[in-house]
């Protein structure tokens, strides 16, 4: 498996997520009540997979193997990346906060969850993209396979150091168990 191979298939399960915001939204909207424990797993699968597993990859491996190759951080696509993961966190930051406040009794902190799931779905659909058709590409010319394997290693501490063994398991359980109350409905 190529590293590129790697994060596209993250990319797939971070898309089910968004899918399944995109349904909690709604019910948010429609003023149905939503289980706080749900919304916090959404949110632990944010922070912990796609934020510091995935873009952990990206920011402290992959970055770092391009800007080797010859591709200038600042002012190209990897600065692109890294202000869209930052502007990525700001959303993050916006749903903790409101579920923090439903979680207390303000049934109408929700209000303010859903623009900010709004937003990030948007956000990480267009990044999504952007980095399986032109980052991605980029990283297969200009990384050797034999590189890109080294990479892999890379990729398997970042995920032992930060989420710990057994827990990227555990979140996609989690996602698939969301999935099947969200969106079967």
């Known amino acids: 498996m190529k590293a590129t191979e790697q994060l596209k298939e993250e990319h797939e399960a971070i898309k089910l997520l968004l899918r ?3 349904k909690v939204s709604q019910k ?16 632990e ?3 912990l997979f796609a934020d510091k597993c995935h873009h952990g990859k990206e920011e402290d491996v992959l970055f770092l193997a391009l800007e080797k190759a010859g591709i200038p951080k600042e002012g190209g696509p990897i ?6 993961h930052d502007e990525g966190r700001g959303y993050v930051r916006g749903m903790v906060e ?3 406040h ?6 109408a ?3 303010k969850f859903v623009p ?3 937003g990030y779905a948007r956000l990480l659909t267009q990044h999504i993209d952007k980095e399986n058709n032109v980052l991605y590409v980029m990283v297969e010319m200009h990384i050797p396979p034999n590189r890109q394997k080294e990479l892999l290693k890379g990729f398997e501490k970042i995920e032992a150091e930060r989420i710990g063994a057994g827990k990227h398991e555990e979140l996609h359980e989690s996602l698939h168990y969301l999935g099947n109350i969200y969106l079967k409905s």
């Open 20 to 22: 399944i915001l995109e």
């Open 28 to 43: 948010i909207e429609a003023k149905e009540e939503i289980d706080s424990k749900h919304l916090e797993m959404m949110l």
């Open 45 to 47: 699968f944010i922070r």
């Open 79 to 84: 600065a692109v990346m890294l202000m869209e």
């Open 98 to 100: 409101s579920i923090e």
């Open 102 to 107: 439903y979680r207390k009794g303000d049934r």
């Open 109 to 111: 902190a929700l209000a």
């Open 116 to 118: 900010n799931a709004r």
